[in-house]
Structure formats: C-alpha cells, structure tokens
C-alpha cells in the first residue's frame, strides 16, 4: 500500500511537527508532502532524512522569508498535487493541507490541529492585535479570508475522516465544517521517572513562540505586578520587542533554547505558566511529563489535558480569565496549594499522553477504517 502524508508547511519546529514525526515514525513507507521546505539542516534531520515533495510556492521570490504573503495562492498549490498512485492519504493540517484531491479509491483521513484560527472564529482578535483590522489593508485581509473560508468548507469535503487532537477541536470542526471528528491526542515525550530528579529553583517558566494568541504579553504584565517572584520566557517569535519593552526586571526573555536546555528549565521550574487559548497545548503537557506542575487558563485544550485543583491527584491550577488580575490570583492560588501537586501526579496525568498510547490508538484507527473504506459496496 502506497502512503502520502501532507503538511501545511515547514519552517519551523513546533508541536504539529512533533506530531508530523510521530507520524513518519509510524508509516515509515510514506512519501512526504508540503508546500514548502525551509527548515534548518537540525530540524529536517528530526524528518529521519525523508524527501519533502514541495509546491511551486517553494521557488517563488522571496519565499524563505515571506512564503506567508502568498496565502491566497495555497489553496490553488495544494490542489496541485498529484496524489493518485497512493490509496491511503493522512493530511497533518491547520490551514491548506486537508484541501489535497482524492478519488473515490483513496482514503484521506485529516489529523486536524484546528480549523485555520485566523479565518473563521477568531479572525477579529487575529486582525486586531496585527492592526490588520482597519483600512484599505484591512478590507483587503478580510475579502482574502472571506474567499479562503468558502474555498475551505468546500475542501473538508474532500476528507473522509476528521480525528481531532482535542474535543475542544472536534467542536471546532462541528462548528466551522459541520462534520464529525474522532479525538485521538498528539503524543507527548514522557521520560523515564529517574531523569526527573533535580532540585527546584523559584523561577516561573513559560516556552512559548511569542505570537500574539499565545499571551506571553499577559504573563509577563501579570508577574511584573508581582515583583517577589520570577518568571522566565522561552522562545522567540514577532512579539519578541513587545515583551522586551513590558518585561520587568523580574522578567527575564531568553529567547530560543535549545531541547536540553528547555528540558532542564522545565525539570527545574517551579511552575509552568501558560496563558492561551490553545486547541490542545503541547507544553503544558511536556512540563507535566517532567514532574513540573502548570498555572493555565481553563479554557481549549488546557481544560483537557490538567488535573485542577478540584481532582483527587491535581497536575496544576486553572484560571478563569485572560487577565492580570486572574493570573496573579491562581500563581497566589498555587503557592497555597502547592503541597497538593505532586511530581508523581503531574507525570502520571502526562503519561495519558504518552507517545506509545498515541501509536497505538492512531495506527488501530487507521487499520480500522481502512479496512471499511476497501469493505464498501463500490459503483
């Protein structure tokens, strides 16, 4: 059986391309598709040395830097791969990847991290908080992203199966493509129990690319109200002289770290801090598996994937608005309960997560709905 897997694009390295990885670990037969390539020699070799088959957006002018400007072309470039010879397609998509053509004989199944945010529900705080929500640019943004939407909901025709990496995304998907989708979670890195062990420091933590729905601006206002504690940020992304400009001297930007370094600040971190509303949030998840616990807004995926302080064995604390106020009252809220939080308890709730129980949920998955795809009546 001939595999295809596509992917909206590769840059950089972030959770979708963990779950990309898992994926090709899984089907290590599939031929690799995306509209284009432009990760570093360290991340592609993360890929196990695969080609990558990539669109006519790869060779266009200034493309390394500013593929993103030719939005309103990908729709157009996704349809133009020549998937046929393959009877299985897995789409790894939250933006143009699901919109790739199959026949009646092929069975595509989308692994879908969200709807495209800055299309459909939260399209007015994307254009916001880019100014892109006024002038003739801003008109011209909006019927851009009114064209994508409808090319969109035609495209989630084409899947024959949508599995969510959350329920809060399977909703998602009810409400933006009115279709159902399955909930498998992505796979998280849980190491083993003894590498856990390491003194704690009194440092909050937060890795995070810095882009504008992930609230790292939040975090940092909130902690430079609480001069008596410490928070530091990991990561890099176009917020990056926003925050330098609202960090306080107990506010420390590191930008990126690489995976040792970001494994021993959170093997040591007091608590993760995590502002967003995220569809399923990958580094919560990965502070948990090192024994660490999480503050985090109870809304998307977050809601999911912690243990509140209303459990039996609590991973963390869940805050209830995207404000100041609400952060410091669950960092206080933490350090009052913190005797609660176990590293025992926050590796265990990870362990939910591990990367064995997503194969073997994902590969049973597609076995069986392969098998009723080639069981169909046929025409």
């Not at 791969?81 to 009646?104: M, N, Q």
């Not at 890099?236 to 400009?245: I, Q, S, T, V």
């Not at 995976?259 to 509303?277: G, I, N, Q, S």
């Not at 919560?284 to 509140?308: D, H, K």
Request: overall charge positive; charged content about 25%; some cysteine.
């Amino acid at each position: 059986m001939r595999i295809a897997l596509i992917h909206d694009w590769l840059d950089t390295w972030g959770g979708g391309e963990n779950v990309l990885a898992a994926l090709l670990a899984l089907y290590p037969e599939a031929e690799l598709f995306t509209l284009v390539d432009f990760l570093s020699d360290a991340h592609r070799a993360r890929l196990g040395g695969r080609p990558v088959r990539t669109s006519f957006i790869q060779r266009l002018p200034l493309a390394r830097r500013h593929f993103r400007k030719y939005f309103s072309l990908m729709p157009q470039a996704v349809e133009q791969f020549d998937l046929s010879p393959y009877e299985l397609v897995i789409s790894s998509s939250h933006s143009v990847a699901k919109g790739v053509r199959t026949g009646p004989d092929q069975l595509h199944i989308c692994l879908c991290y969200s709807p495209a945010r800055y299309a459909w529900d939260l399209q007015p705080q994307y254009l916001a908080q880019t100014g892109l929500d006024r002038g003739a640019l801003g008109w011209l943004v909006r019927r851009q992203l009114a064209l994508f939407r409808r090319w969109d909901l035609r495209a989630s025709d084409r899947v024959d199966r949508f599995v969510a990496i959350s329920e809060y995304i399977a909703e998602r998907i009810r409400n933006c493509y009115r279709r159902d989708a399955d909930v498998i979670y992505p796979p998280v890195d849980v190491p083993a129990a003894e590498s856990n062990v390491a003194p704690r420091e009194s440092f909050y933590l937060t890795v995070s690319r810095l882009v504008p729905y992930k609230r790292v601006d939040l975090l940092a206002q909130a902690f430079g109200a609480m001069p008596g504690r410490q928070l530091v940020i990991a990561g890099d992304g176009p917020e990056m002289k926003k925050l330098a400009r609202l960090a306080a001297p107990n506010v420390r930007l590191l930008g990126s770290v690489d995976d040792a370094r970001r494994d021993r600040l959170l093997r040591t971190a007091k608590a993760f801090v995590f502002a967003a509303d995220e569809d399923f949030g990958i580094a919560p998840l990965e502070a948990q598996a090192q024994g660490t616990p999480v503050i985090a807004f109870g809304r998307g995926g977050s809601a999911e994937t912690i243990r509140g302080l209303d459990a039996t064995a609590p991973s963390g604390v869940l805050f209830a608005e995207q404000t100041v106020a609400s952060i410091g009252a669950a960092v206080a809220q933490f350090e009052a309960s913190a005797q609660r939080i176990t590293p025992a308890a926050c590796r265990a709730n990870a362990e939910r997560f591990s990367r064995e129980t997503f194969n073997r949920r994902f590969s049973a998955y597609v076995t069986d709905v392969l098998a009723q795809h080639r069981a169909r009546p046929r025409a």
